[in-house]
């Protein structure tokens, strides 16, 4: 049988019994959901996953986004990507420098994320001591905690997010070293500015989720450029105070998956080049996330939203995805 273990921490919790290169239950994947609902981020130890596998276990949670940037793609995988340190040859075998700051992934897209999967293979340690952790913030908490008159200043608001303005700043701290190439006019077009909600409702928990972050979101619309930016640069303080944050500290075999609409993460950048790191990613939408359906799935608690609609339909989506069990 599978058990969840919280944390005890702001966010993070331990499923264990669960093997995830074999098909979940409907009842597993619903089990999941809560817990990602509850905890924000889950960590499944001891884990063998061919990439196949990974790619089946991560379509559970929404369609999977193939990066724009189309490079370090698992080999008959293009919905994979490899987050690596290692140079073989001359060449780099991943993206070495994925999300070494605080952002939410798919923001700057129009539908935005739901789930990150991640399996690692290799682990960075020092002196015996795990690097290269990857670090997360908590929005709901940081939601709850703003001052009353910042609620209502960006209550109904939207803000507008640009994927170029990570992928740049990354470029630029990296200098002549990056692995980043620069943005292509297409790639420029397949992802122009969007906006969301600042505020949202959570579909799986009810609660109020500040959607926000330091790397992608670049205006508050319809604010003047220095409201806007004084604004942002108070939630972008606020939003990953020390309290707010929780630190996974990897292990080889983890598979550890985060829920992109209720929190900020960063990859800890305190590793060497000759420390390997390697990690299998992919990225599932908020495609099914806000359909009833899934909230249906991820049982009903006191918080969830109450829904009206036929849950059969999406029931079936999911179903289908699922083995006949
Ligand atoms: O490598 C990590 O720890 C996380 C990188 C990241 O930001 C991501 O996979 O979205
Ligand atoms: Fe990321």
Redesign the pocket.
């Known amino acids: 049988m599978y058990r969840v273990k919280p944390s005890g921490e702001i966010l993070g919790c331990t499923i264990e019994g669960l093997n995830l290169s074999q098909p979940l239950s409907r009842g597993a994947l619903g089990f999941v959901l809560r817990a990602l609902a509850d905890h924000g981020v889950v960590c499944f130890p001891k884990q063998k996953l061919e990439p196949a596998a990974q790619v089946a276990f991560s379509r559970l949670f929404g369609e999977l986004e193939v990066h724009v940037s189309r490079s370090f793609q698992e080999p008959g995988h293009p919905e994979m990507m490899i987050?690596s340190n290692i140079v073989e040859d001359g060449k780099p075998l991943g993206l070495a420098d994925?999300?070494q700051d605080w952002?939410t992934?798919m923001s700057f897209s129009q539908t935005i994320a739901f789930v990150?999967v991640?399996y690692a293979l290799k682990v960075p340690r020092r002196d015996g001591q795990a690097l290269?952790a990857?670090l997360f913030a908590n929005m709901v908490a940081a939601y709850e905690a703003l001052p009353q008159d910042v609620k209502s200043r960006i209550e109904g608001r939207t803000a507008t997010h640009d994927f170029a303005n990570f992928w740049e700043m990354m470029r630029q701290r990296k200098g002549e070293a990056t692995t980043r190439a620069p943005l292509t006019p297409e790639q420029r077009r397949q992802k122009p500015p969007v906006s969301h909600p600042m505020v949202m409702v959570h579909p799986l928990s009810g609660r109020k989720i500040l959607y926000a972050n330091p790397g992608y979101t670049v205006h508050i619309d319809g604010l003047p450029a220095k409201e806007s930016d004084e604004l942002l640069d108070f939630l972008f303080r606020h939003q990953v105070r020390p309290e707010f944050q929780y630190a996974h500290q990897w292990n080889e075999g983890d598979v550890l998956i985060w829920d992109d609409l209720q929190t900020l993460?960063n990859?800890a950048a305190d590793y060497r080049d000759d420390e390997p790191r390697l990690?299998k990613?992919c990225?599932a939408m908020a495609d099914l996330v806000f359909t009833p359906e899934f909230a249906h799935l991820a049982q009903a608690h006191p918080g969830t939203p109450q829904h009206t609609a036929d849950p059969e339909p999406i029931l079936n989506r999911v179903d289908s995805r699922l083995p006949h069990v």
């Open positions: 987050l994925a999300g952002h992934d990150n991640l290269g990857t993460h990859a990690i990613r990225q």
